[in-house]
């Protein structure tokens, strides 16, 4: 039995269609109730509904086999997993955006507003940047709208509410999208199992 | 009175199995004290887990630190010329734990071979690490790999060496997609790509899988990994060998430290690797020392992650007593602990509900078992 972590909401739907289209369907996880763990015995798998932020501590801990992850999360935490696949699912971009009508002083340190700290600072000190990182956990697109900070370091789908809030992308830095990752340990007492998961996905997702 | 094995958590039954299998292979006891010179590590940053380090100022002015490795004191105190060293420790080291931000005391239990390491040095020490997995009586599988096969494979596809840390850091995590595309982005061509990649699943059983990595071997530096593998596979005397020993190239230790074989081991229940190990010759020469090392580290804190059955209770048996005089308690609480059995003791109704095997009263009419808790 393979314990899947996957992650609630949109991503997670999309997720789990692809897998159900490929042997893995579990017919309990429409029913409508709260219930966080829905088991196929025949499917040989238990879906483990966790938040997205959570998959990859899951499956780092061992608590599930493997996992879809967003590659922002994995670039973020650096977990101690094998990153398997890239699912092509939930496309989109790590950028730095600013107000419209911004232009950078490079004589004082650059103030970045962003919920990802690490991959903010690693990108940074790539360019030799000096910056004072402000942690955000939401709503990060107000803080250079209420002078808190210069740039704000996030992800962008559609570009949709940085147009509707007046900001623009200065640089997109790394392509984001749905990730399968397995605990290494499982990877190895589990192998048969997550082999076959791996190259049935990789039957069906679009290649590069 | 002793305690029993029964009563022995893994962790304590597992040091002591391995101490007593160490030694009966010639391996001494080695004893260090739990300071360094930070120097040391600051010198060998690449070698250690972690940069971090706990250091502070000695009363004579010396940055010491707080040992977040053994084999490096190991090697540095090592007797130069001494023919063959083999020696064993159990100590404690001090690391960063990434998942907390904090440092953690971590406890460790090793077994350096140092000096003339040659083929059957090399089965001693897998074999023997293949016996301390088993020791803690769960499914256990030991990953080998030659850093040879690697390193020939990167110098044949002739790799520029700045993007040489992206690609080992991608097959790694065994991240084929990301390896293809970085090994495209660095010149090369679709076929040599494919050949990286092919890395990342040149995982399984042991024979099989050296098979599959003869047909990959491009060159004599590869052809030599591949050899030196199946002379070691041949020369560990374990009747379980062929289901417990698997291959898998895609492990990487740091390059400058190891040079051939080198290993992970696996435990059923326990998330990470329990145990790693390998070849660090190239350290040796760091020091200036003569021959050769092999070696590895069992954690033993990840032993606690295991269920203890033991664990689960307060205690064997649970006496109340009820209007007695104390030395009727204390006689019957050294009956049961005369026998080996643990006891606690009292007055009824006892606090809290312990958990116990058994639960007895003892009043004015005697001893007696009144139920199971």
Request: hydrophobic content about 40%; some cysteine; proline content about 4%.
């Amino acid at each position: 039995m393979l314990n899947i972590a996957l992650p609630k909401g949109r991503l997670g739907d999309k997720v789990y269609e692809l897998l159900a289209s490929v042997g893995y369907d579990c017919a309990a996880i429409y029913e409508d109730n709260r219930k966080l763990v829905f088991e196929s015995e025949s499917a040989g798998v238990r879906y483990l509904l966790v938040k997205p932020s959570d998959v990859a501590i899951y499956v780092e801990h061992g608590a599930a086999d493997v996992g879809i992850v967003g590659k922002d999360i994995l670039e973020e935490s650096r977990p101690e997993v094998y990153e398997l696949l890239n699912l092509g699912l939930g496309k989109c971009r790590m950028c730095v955006a600013a107000p419209e009508n911004y232009k950078e002083n490079t004589a004082r340190t650059l103030r970045v507003a962003t919920k990802f700290v690490s991959i903010a600072k690693n990108y940074y000190a790539g360019l030799g940047r000096d910056i004072e990182i402000i942690k955000l956990n939401g709503s990060i697109e107000l803080a250079p709208i209420l002078g808190l900070s210069d740039v704000i370091v996030d992800i962008v789908e559609s570009g949709n509410t940085l147009r509707e809030n007046h900001l623009k992308v200065l640089a997109e830095f790394m392509d984001i999208s749905a990730r399968f990752i397995a605990n290494p340990a499982s990877f190895r007492f589990k192998n048969a199992e997550i082999t076959a998961m791996t190259a049935r996905l990789e039957g069906v997702i679009p290649r590069d | 009175m002793e305690l029993s094995p029964g009563k022995l958590t893994t962790e304590e039954r597992v040091t002591l199995e391995l101490r007593g299998l160490y030694e009966r292979y010639g391996f001494r006891k080695y004893r260090m004290s739990r300071f360094e010179e930070y120097r040391l590590y600051l010198e060998n940053q690449s070698f250690l887990p972690s940069e971090q380090v706990i250091t502070f100022t000695d009363l004579d002015g010396r940055l010491l630190a707080l040992k977040p490795d053994v084999t490096l004191s190991i090697v540095k105190n090592a007797k130069d010329g001494e023919g063959v060293q083999r020696l064993y420790y159990i100590e404690n080291v001090y690391r960063a734990a990434r998942e907390s931000r904090g440092y953690r005391e971590i406890s460790q239990m090793g077994l350096e071979l140092l000096g003339c390491v040659d083929g059957y040095a090399k089965a001693q020490v897998v074999q023997l690490a293949l016996r301390s997995l088993g020791a803690v009586g769960r499914s256990c599988l030991l990953d080998l790999s030659h850093m040879g096969f690697v390193v020939g494979l990167l110098e044949g596809l002739q790799i520029p060496a700045e993007c040489g840390a992206g690609l080992l850091e991608c097959l790694r995590d065994k991240n084929a997609p990301e390896l293809r595309r970085r090994a495209l982005a660095a010149g090369l061509p679709q076929g040599d790509a494919d050949l990286l990649c092919g890395l990342t699943t040149l995982y399984g059983p042991f024979l099989p899988t050296l098979e599959r990595a003869a047909a990959m071997a491009r060159g004599r530096v590869m052809q030599e990994a591949l050899t030196q593998l199946r002379e070691l596979y041949d020369a560990i005397p374990d009747p379980e060998k062929a289901d417990r020993l698997r291959l898998d190239f895609s492990m990487i230790n740091d390059l400058s430290y190891y040079n051939g074989i080198i290993f992970q081991g696996f435990v059923e229940g326990v998330p990470h690797s329990l145990l790693a190990g390998g070849q660090y010759d190239r350290l040796m020469e760091r020091f200036g020392k003569r021959g050769g090392a092999m070696g590895f580290a069992l954690y033993l804190d990840e032993l606690r992650r295991l269920p203890d059955p033991e664990a689960d209770l307060d205690a064997d048996l649970l006496l109340e007593y009820r209007d007695v005089a104390p030395c009727q308690v204390a006689e019957a609480v050294e009956r049961y602990t005369a026998q080996g059995q643990s006891v606690l003791a009292y007055p009824a109704p006892a606090p809290g509900a312990p958990r116990c095997g058994k639960r007895l009263l003892l009043d004015q009419t005697g001893l007696r078992e009144v139920a199971s808790c």
